[in-house]
Nanobody
Framework: VQLQASGGGLVQAGGSLRLSCAASGRTYNIYSMGWFRRIPGKEREFVAA????????TYADSVKGRFAISRDFATDTVYLQMNSLKSEDTAVYYC????????????WGQGTLVTVSS
């Protein structure tokens, strides 16, 4: 599975951005698509995920109510709508894929930088 992420950029605090991630290759075996981020000086952390078939979503507590993950089943594209952005959301955001019968996210996109200015 190959992943191509896009949509990062510079935004003021309180603003919005939408990230996109298109999957290609053996997408029929995808169970879940997720977004993670690496904040400078910290470990990579989970942000949100959505299952490919049912569309079940999960979120990190830090983004609940501000971020929304969605997917386009037909194109295997996952989106992360980020609203009410804060300076602490500044990070490199990565999309990732978990395949069926796997416990971990094995495929990762190249990352897209989101910078929130205060």
């Amino acid at each position: 599975v190959q992943l191509q992420a896009s949509g990062g950029g510079l935004v003021q605090a309180g603003g919005s951005l939408r990230l996109s991630c298109a999957a290609s290759g053996r997408t029929y075996n995808i169970y879940s698509m997720g977004w993670f981020r690496r904040i400078p000086g910290k470990e990579r952390e989970f942000v949100a995920a959505i299952t490919r078939s049912a569309g079940t979503t999960t979120y990190a507590d830090s983004v609940k109510g501000r971020f929304a993950i969605s997917r386009d089943f037909a194109t295997d594209t996952v989106y992360l709508q980020m609203n009410s952005l804060k300076s602490e959301d500044t990070a490199v955001y990565y999309c990732a894929v978990q395949q069926r019968l796997r416990n971990n996210y094995e495929y990762w996109g190249q990352g897209t930088l989101v910078t929130v200015s205060s």
